[in-house]
């Protein structure tokens, strides 16, 4: 109730002509607990003359079936040992020496009901009617000037927000009040609370989970609920309904849509931890399927095991071997670039495979070129996991990296993406040549153009696209460019996220190729490594095929984590010695010597702050 006391005739004429209105709640008196009562001072302070300034109390109060919320605020000032002043029908005039015109004529103590300057005296609202439940929050402010400076507003017939927070999640965009609707993306389990807050506080802003009916008193959430949602639930916040009590005059009343968008995240960590068990179990090889990008998923997952690397990093040796050649194909320069990228992830050094270094078969542009666009992007991607130089080797048209971007972007479609042939864009073929171009992104205009050019046309195909395979590759370019899928609206389409997509063809331990289809190998793989990408973005960690950090496995047990930092710190005081591999591992900050600083460089990565 707006308790401000312009004067007390003031008050009770505008109570005498506000229709007595039930404020019905649909909480059960038998369920009700406590309300919490906050007292404070804002608008005047100490040294203007003012008795306190800043929070007095903010206690939570029992309640009971006579309590009312005058009651519960005597309760609360009376728990606190507060002296105050308060008459029969709720209007308090002085708290702890804090008195109405201390400061002016036009100052005194007003409260809110849920943010809300109720529209009756405080004693009005009881828990037999209702009118105060389990939950609420009561402020008792201080006001200079009538309310308007604490946010009761005469003759304002805004009915917009001013503020909109959230517990958890986060918005697609900056909240504005004359913007009504929002994505609000949450990546967890905890639920979500939500805190509007009225330009003008005399409206009750009410907020409805699904259903928006402001006819129906009670079907409204309470204040402090934490909203249990799911993806796809939407949240109403009406601010100023005609069916509500209110001292103002009425008014069209605002209602803010907020979509939920739950983010797979903890489906996530599931599947892979089960897609990676299966793939553990299976054999591995040099290949395209069962070999490479199993070993890429499971070691960028963090899922890898020492027998499992070195099972296959003992395969990919005795393959080259028996190769006797470091070129793996003739024409197929994709089978060294998927080997190094393999080798890379689990932090072995390509350029000395059993002998033979894969990178020199790269350093030959027209070999690397023979396979058109496949062989170009795929060696780009894999001198770039490392940050490998490009071999030197004799040959009458030598590999740079700037001759394999140029080749890209040569190669781009009229339409904006990569295919076949120069005409047709192919939604996989444009999603690896923007992962290939991304580390470029920043710093190459050209590159930038052709990239920007290729997420709409990855953004304008998601619903024609029909296989896992082909959403993997979007994601993976995506997490190489550091847009989350989750938040950005170009690639949320029919509030379905790629990451949506890809769960659609989820089955047991892995993925379908077809929706109606079975386990199938090649895609479980690239949904896998995908998907732990999209992970690792969350974490703030380098993407997929950015790989230097396979290489801070100090203790060479395949994994990444505080026993390698703690390793380095023993080594710096001289209590463990390294071998030529683990002091190159160790120098995380690639300064030249191995000391405290790579300890903390170490820390950082781990937590997610990067080198």
């Given amino acids: ?20 209105m039930s404020f019905a709640f649909t909480a059960n008196a038998a369920d009700v607990k406590k309300v919490r009562v906050i007292v404070r001072n804002d608008t005047f302070s100490v040294s203007d003359g003012a008795a306190w300034d800043g929070v007095m109390l903010d206690d939570y109060v029992t309640l009971s079936q006579d309590s009312s919320m005058q009651s519960v605020v005597e309760d609360a000032l009376n728990n606190n040992s507060c002296a105050y002043t308060m008459n029969d029908w709720g209007y308090l005039s002085t708290i702890n020496g804090l008195s109405e015109y201390a400061a002016n004529g036009s100052g005194g103590w007003m409260m809110t009901l849920n943010d809300w300057f109720t529209s009756e005296a405080s004693t009005a609202y009881t828990v037999e009617n209702n009118g105060i439940k389990n939950g609420d929050e009561i402020v008792v402010m201080y006001s200079l000037y009538w309310g308007s400076d604490i946010g ?20 697609d965009s900056e909240f504005e009040a004359a913007k009504t609707s929002y994505t609000l993306t949450v990546d967890n389990d905890e639920g979500v609370k939500i805190t509007p807050e009225a330009i ?30 799911k993806n796809g639930d939407t949240l109403f916040i009406g601010i100023g309904n005609e ?27 599931t599947k892979l931890e089960n897609t990676a068990e299966k793939l553990l179990s299976q054999p591995t090889s040099v290949g395209s399927i069962g070999g ?27 393959f080259v071997k028996n190769n006797s050649s470091a070129q793996l194909h003739r024409s197929k320069s994709t089978d060294n670039s998927r080997v190094i990228l393999a080798l890379s992830s689990i932090g072995k050094d390509a350029a000395n495979v059993g002998g033979y270094d894969l ?42 990296r700037q001759k394999l971007i140029n080749y890209l972007i040569e190669k ?84 379905k996220t790629i990451i949506d997509r890809i769960f659609d063809y989820e089955c047991e331990n892995g993925f379908k190729h077809v929706i109606n289809g079975e386990y199938n190998r090649m895609a479980t793989e690239q949904c896998f490594y995908a998907l732990a990408d999209f992970v690792r973005l969350t974490e703030n960690k380098t993407s997929l095929y950015s790989m230097a950090d396979a290489f801070y496995d100090v203790n060479g047990d395949y994994k990444i984590d505080i026993n390698d930092a703690l390793l380095i710190q023993k080594y710096v005081a001289l209590m463990a010695e390294f071998n030529d591999t683990q002091a190159k591992n160790s120098d995380i900050n690639i300064d030249g010597f191995i000391t405290i600083g790579d300890v903390t460089s170490l820390q950082r990565y781990l937590v997610g702050l990067g080198i």
């Avoid at 003759?155 to 927070?165: C, E, Q, R």
């Avoid at 802003?205 to 309470?222: D, M, Q, S, W």
Wanted: glycine share 4%; aromatic share 10%; proline share 4%.
């Fill in 412 to 495: 781009q479609t009229a339409k904006g993406g990569w295919g076949f042939n120069t005409t047709t864009p192919y939604i996989d073929y444009t999603a690896m040549a923007v992962t290939a171009l991304a580390p470029y992104y920043n710093t190459n205009d050209d590159v930038k153009q052709a990239v920007d050019t290729a997420l709409d046309i990855m953004a304008d195909s998601l619903e024609s696209v029909n296989s896992p395979e082909s959403f993997a590759q979007i994601l993976t370019a995506l997490c190489a460019l550091k847009i989350n899928p989750e938040t950005d609206s170009r690639f949320i389409k029919e509030d």
């Fill in 292 to 318: 490479e990008w199993a070993v890429i998923g499971l070691a960028r997952s963090g899922y890898i095991t020492p027998e499992y690397a070195d099972n296959y990093y003992n395969n990919a040796v005795e």
């Fill in 200 to 229: 003008n506080k005399n409206y009750q802003v009410r907020v409805y989970k699904n259903e928006y009916k402001p006819e129906v008193n009670g079907a409204e959430l309470n204040k402090n609920d934490v909203i249990d949602v």
């Fill in 243 to 269: 069916n509500w009590p209110t001292m103002e005059t009425t008014s069209n009343e605002t209602v803010y849509e907020i979509k939920i968008h739950k983010t797979a995240l903890n489906n996530i960590e």
């Fill in 359 to 400: 990178l020199e078969p790269l350093g030959d542009f027209d070999y690397v070129k023979k396979q058109g666009l496949n062989g170009v992007m795929w060696a780009l991607i894999a001198l770039d996991s490392n940050g490998y130089d490009v071999p030197a080797v004799d040959c009458e048209n030598p590999t740079t």
């Fill in 152 to 171: 009761s507003v005469w003759g304002n017939t805004d009915t917009h927000l001013s503020k909109l927070s959230v517990s958890n999640g986060a918005f």
């Fill in 1 to 20: 109730m707006n308790t401000l006391k312009k004067s007390v005739s003031v008050i009770l004429a505008v109570l005498c002509v506000i229709s007595v």
